[in-house]
């Protein structure tokens, strides 16, 4: 995140929030926003079975392991609205066909899953992004964004 120029504050007092992200303003004027984030690091197996418990005020950033290649992390950023859509695909699915193994259903996670997929470069578009639609939404505004960025 720091090498796209996002800055990262660590609260002092744990309450839920693990860091805060926001990028400088533009002009001296304006005011700095910041965006809450939750950390979250678990196995696509633990995220499966707990997944649809998960709630986030912020930005949820998970960084997932696979069992199969443990060495192989991948992080996820969600929004709220985004782990909401996530959580759905995965009980519609799961309730589809509750006899499906574990193995199939963390395949539907991960493909539920990709469109939040981080990778560099992508970190400050992703804020940008969120605060914009957080402003939106303090102003009762509705803006129509893809689900990747």
């Given amino acids: 995140m720091t ?9 002092a007092k744990y309450s839920g929030i693990d860091m805060l992200a926001y990028t400088l303003p533009g002009t001296a004027n304006s005011i700095i926003q910041a965006i809450p984030i939750q950390l979250a ?3 696509y197996g633990t995220f499966l079975r707990d997944f649809a418990n998960w709630r986030t005020r912020g930005l949820l950033v998970v960084l997932l392991s696979d069992e199969r290649v443990p060495q192989h992390v991948r992080t996820f950023a969600l929004s709220a609205e985004e782990l909401m859509l996530v959580q759905r695909v995965g009980l519609i699915d799961s309730k589809e ?3 499906r193994d574990v193995v199939e259903q963390a395949s539907v996670l991960r493909r539920a899953l990709e469109p939040y997929c981080m ?9 940008s992004r969120w605060l ?3 402003q939106a939404s303090n102003a009762g505004l509705r803006i129509n964004t893809s689900a990747a960025s």
């Fill in 3 to 11: 090498q796209e120029g996002v800055q990262i504050a660590i609260p």
């Fill in 41 to 43: 690091t678990m196995s």
């Fill in 97 to 99: 066909d509750a006899k």
């Fill in 119 to 127: 990778v560099s470069g992508r970190w400050r578009t992703k804020i």
């Fill in 132 to 134: 914009v639609e957080r």
